[in-house]
């Protein structure tokens, strides 16, 4: 009986693992379509691991709970797990000259561990809506601020140009084209050229990056060197 007991709770653990790395699985299959420094493998082993701790900090102690006078917290795994994860994400932020990318995948890499451990911990339907609400988070949301002008992307050109007076050209194009620009510097380059670098936010939410690009491309005098 005891053995089977065994049997029947070394399943239940398995099933466990499996539900925590397909729900942390689907939260990384959307990073990895929109080519996020994270992507499936790493959300699923993100939640597959954390729900081992859990289920290893809950149950992989039993043994040593016998003997008189000991005492175990299994929340300290938890707790470790939590903390730990950031040294994760902070690997998926880049910070570059002016803004910071990755955020929001470190978000959801944290979100995908608590996941994980509430998948270990035997609360399946609350990982479940967690990883539901974590989807709507990123996808939903995404396409509603879009459509009211919340959170549009901004795009980094890096361009040269031969005369700086036609900078306030450039600025005009833009702005005729529904677009707002954020910030911009001039640089000196080789052979009189003036080099620059500008980050660039669409205030239409029908406008898209390639779009962006065409506008650019058909400027005159303008020699595209890098578009993100």
């Not at 979100?111 to 911990?121: D, H, S, W």
């Not at 600025?171 to 707002?180: P, V």
């Amino acid at each position: 009986m005891a053995a089977e007991g065994f049997l029947t709770m070394t399943w239940e653990f398995i099933f466990r693992l499996a539900l925590a790395g397909v729900l942390g699985g689907m939260i990384g299959i959307d990073r990895e379509y929109r080519a996020k420094e994270a992507g499936l493998r790493t959300h699923f082993l993100v939640s597959l691991g954390s729900a081992l701790l859990m289920i290893v900090s809950q149950w992989g102690f039993r043994d040593v709970l016998q003997h008189e006078h000991v005492g175990l917290d299994p929340s300290r795994i938890a707790s470790q797990v939590v903390s730990g994860i950031g040294f994760i994400g902070a690997g998926t932020i880049i910070l570059q000259k002016q803004f910071v990318r990755g955020l929001t995948t470190a978000a959801g890499l944290w979100a995908t561990a608590g996941i994980g451990l509430a998948v270990g911990g035997g609360l399946y339907w609350l990982g479940v809506a967690a990883t539901v609400l974590t989807l709507v988070g990123l996808e939903l949301l995404r396409y509603i601020f879009k459509y009211i002008g919340i959170g549009l992307k901004v795009s980094k050109l890096i361009f040269t140009i031969d005369d700086i007076g036609k900078v306030k050209q450039i600025l005009g194009e833009l702005n005729a084209n529904g677009y707002h620009i954020v910030t911009y510097t001039l640089k000196e380059d080789r052979e009189d050229l003036i080099r620059v670098t500008m980050l660039v936010k669409s205030l239409d939410s029908s406008n898209d990056e390639n779009h962006l690009l065409m506008l650019i491309q058909k400027m005159p005098d303008v020699m595209l060197e890098k578009f993100e």
